[in-house]
């Protein structure tokens, strides 16, 4: 099946700074979404994004599909940025939604 | 509207217990799908329904019972757990296959 994988694993910042995190996948996407995982397990949607650039806020989104791989960006980022992001696809031969390890980022007052 | 919702919130039970954890949602949407998360772990399907039929079981125990009683409602019920079953489980619904999925909040589920 399709492999997802995400780097850094962890990443600590200090509250104001900006932040890159990365996908990467094995197979072409259907589908691609970003999720927040808050302390409290809700997943939150951030972007749907099996290819091109999107942007919410503080908060962008690009999926390079020939490539492979996804950036999300942070910018000024808040201690409430704080949790796990999980990038997840849907591709290959398969049509369920596969999940990377998550990076848990840690914003610093 | 994009809630999916999720009750309880919370359960407790114990191995020969039965329980039911509920998901409910307003989106019309046609998938539905149960999730099971350990800590520090991504989620993991568990059950696939669309149009009301299940299209995947990701060999999930019969212990786990999944029900799609209409298009808006989906049940997992629970039978003789194990401690190791204690998770988070999460609900999800999508317009159909490669589509956005939508989650609930969850249920944080301890089996003693």
């Given at each position: 099946?399709?492999?997802?994988?995400q780097?850094?694993?962890?990443l600590i910042?200090?509250?104001?700074?900006?932040?890159?995190?990365?996908?990467?996948?094995?197979?072409?996407?259907n589908?691609?979404q970003?999720?927040?995982?808050?302390?409290?397990?809700?997943?939150?949607?951030?972007?749907?994004?099996?290819s091109?650039?999107?942007?919410?806020?503080?908060?962008?989104?690009?999926?390079?599909?020939?490539?492979?791989?996804?950036?999300?960006?942070?910018?000024?980022?808040?201690?409430?940025?704080?949790?796990?992001?999980?990038?997840?696809?849907?591709?290959?031969?398969?049509?369920?939604?596969?999940?990377?390890?998550?990076?848990?980022?840690?914003?610093?007052? | 509207?994009?809630?999916?919702?999720?009750?309880?919130?919370?359960?407790?039970?114990?191995?020969?217990?039965?329980?039911s954890?509920?998901c409910?949602?307003?989106?019309?949407?046609?998938a539905?799908?149960?999730?099971k998360?350990?800590?520090?772990?991504?989620?993991?399907?568990?059950f696939?329904?669309?149009?009301?039929?299940?299209?995947?079981?990701?060999?999930?125990?019969?212990?786990?019972?999944?029900?799609?009683?209409?298009?808006?409602?989906?049940?997992?019920?629970?039978?003789?757990?194990?401690?190791?079953?204690?998770?988070?489980?999460l609900?999800?619904?999508?317009?159909?296959?490669?589509?956005?999925?939508?989650?609930?909040?969850?249920?944080?589920?301890?089996?003693?």
């Amino acid at each position: 099946g399709i492999q997802v994988e995400q780097s850094p694993p962890d990443l600590i910042l200090q509250e104001g700074a900006n932040s890159t995190l990365r996908c990467n996948f094995s197979d072409s996407v259907n589908n691609l979404q970003w999720f927040h995982q808050n302390p409290w397990g809700q997943l939150i949607n951030l972007f749907y994004i099996p290819s091109g650039t999107k942007q919410n806020g503080r908060l962008s989104a690009t999926t390079v599909a020939t490539e492979r791989y996804s950036l999300l960006y942070i910018s000024s980022s808040q201690t409430t940025d704080s949790g796990v992001y999980f990038c997840a696809v849907v591709g290959g031969a398969n049509s369920k939604l596969t999940f990377g390890k998550g990076i848990t980022l840690s914003v610093r007052p | 509207d994009t809630e999916v919702t999720q009750t309880p919130k919370h359960l407790v039970m114990g191995m020969t217990n039965k329980k039911s954890l509920k998901c409910e949602q307003h989106m019309g949407h046609r998938a539905m799908y149960w999730y099971k998360q350990k800590a520090k772990k991504p989620p993991e399907l568990m059950f696939v329904y669309s149009y009301e039929k299940l299209s995947i079981n990701e060999s999930v125990p019969s212990r786990f019972s999944p029900e799609c009683p209409n298009s808006s409602l989906l049940n997992l019920h629970l039978h003789a757990l194990q401690p190791e079953d204690s998770a988070l489980y999460l609900c999800a619904s999508s317009q159909g296959d490669g589509y956005e999925q939508y989650f609930g909040p969850g249920t944080r589920l301890t089996v003693t």
